[in-house]
C-alpha cells in the first residue's frame, strides 16, 4: 500500500458538538487527516480565535490538517478581472497563506481562475492567463517563506488545461509550486466529448473558444510537477464529487501512475460523505482499495 497519506474533505459544522461528534466520528472510521477546506478558512478569516478552537478540536480527536482548499470564485481567483479587487484578492490569499502555515498545512490548492464568469468573458484568455501569473508572482513567494507549496490545478475550461498549467509552471521554476491532479475534472475533458449536456461543451460554447480540448491523457502531462490531488468520480457529464468507482474513470489506469509521481505528497478525497450519505467506513475502505491498484 502507498505510503503517501490520505486526507478528507469533510464540510465541518458550525455548531462546537456537532463538530466535535463528526470528528470522533471520522477518527473512529479510521481517518488521520482531513483537509482544511475553504469554508474552514473563511470562518477563520472571520474569527481568528477560531484556528485556535479548531486545532485544539483535531488534536483532541486525534487528527491533523495536510493541505488546505483555498477560497475560490471569480472574486478570489488568480485570474480575477475586477480591477479594484485584484489587490485585495492578492492580500486576502497571502492572508490564507500565513493561516495555513499557522495550522501546520503543507499544501494548498489555489484556483487558477476561469472564464465563464461576467466580465471575464469581456478579457481574451491570454489576458486571464497573465493575471495569474501576476498573481502568482506575489503569493510564491510568501509561499516559500512559510514552507507551502502552492497547486494549481486542471479543470474543465481553456485556462486551466494541462498545456496552460505546464506553461505557467515554465514560468516560475520553484518546487514552492505544483500541480494539484483533479481525476473529475480530467474525467468531464475526457469523456465529456459524448454528451451535449457535459459541463465542458457547455462552458465551451461561447463561441469565442472554439471546441472543447479534449484530453484523455491529463495526467500523463500533469505528472511531473503533481504534489497533490483531488480524487472523486463522475459519468463523465457533470462535476458530480461521487465517491472513486461510482462513475466511470478507469482508477486501475490512474492510481499506479498517479502514485509513481515524484512530487507527490498527499492524496485527498474531495468526497463529501455527509452531502452523498455515503457512510465514513466505506469511504475510508474504498480509498484503501483504491491505493492497493499498483
Known sequence: MSKVPVT???YLPEDEKFRRHILNDLSAAGVSNIVLAEKLLEQIVKDFGFADVLKKELS????RFLDAHAPFGYHWDMDCPYPGLRRSMIAYQKMVLELCAYMN???????LGNNHFDPAY????????EWMKETLSELLPVAEKLGITICIENIWFSVNTPEVLNSIKACFPTDTLGFCYDSGHAN???KGRYSADSNPNVHWADGKRGEPKWDDHILEKMLPNVVNCHLHDNMGVYDEHNLAGEGNTDWNHIMPLLL????LKVIQSEFCPFKNGVSLAKMVARFDELLKLK
Do not use: F, K
Not at 483532541?60 to 487528527?63: E, F, N, Q, S
Not at 469581456?122 to 492567463?129: H, K, P
Open 260 to 263: 509513481s509521481a515524484p512530487r
Open 105 to 111: 498545512v503543507d499544501t494548498i490548492t489555489i484556483h
Open 60 to 63: 483532541d480527536a486525534g487528527l
Open 188 to 190: 468531464l475533458m475526457d
Open 122 to 129: 469581456n478579457y481574451s484568455d491570454e489576458q486571464l492567463i
Open 8 to 10: 478528507y474533505l469533510c
